[in-house]
């Protein structure tokens, strides 16, 4: 299908119709983020640095977390990559990329930070 067929295929969709290709759409990313092979994780200035073998990087600041925030830095060193996010044993913390990806995490920051 060429991108012009699909356009014209969504103009035919309702709005529940064109909801449900969305949902699918942000499902298949999140699941081509996961596959995508972690190079590296780590900590500088304050964000968390996670790159990927392909050049994307994703950064988020260490105080989306209040485990994370008043951890040593020995600890926050500490981080073990699954294809599915980030954990730090010694903080029993896990963050997930579809959470951090769907902006879940920074959303509770900012309302906190709203308080």
């Given at each position: ?10 103009k035919k969709?309702d ?6 290709l ?20 780590e ?12 050049g994307?990087q994703?950064?988020?600041p ?17 981080i073990?990559v ?16 579809a ?17």
């Amino acid at each position: 299908m060429t991108a012009n067929q699909l356009i014209e295929e969504t103009k035919k969709m309702d709005t529940a119709e064109l909801a449900k290709l969305l949902a699918y759409l942000r499902t298949r990313q999140r699941e081509q983020i996961q596959l995508a092979a972690i190079e590296s994780a780590e900590i500088l200035r304050g964000q968390v640095i996670v790159r990927f073998e392909t050049g994307l990087q994703i950064r988020f600041p260490v105080a989306i977390s209040p485990r994370l925030v008043g951890a040593s830095k020995a600890d926050l060193r500490n981080i073990e990559v699954s294809p599915f996010g980030l954990h730090w044993p010694d903080l029993d913390e896990d963050l997930s990329f579809a959470g951090l990806l769907s902006g879940r995490a920074f959303r509770s920051v900012d309302q906190e930070d709203q308080l």
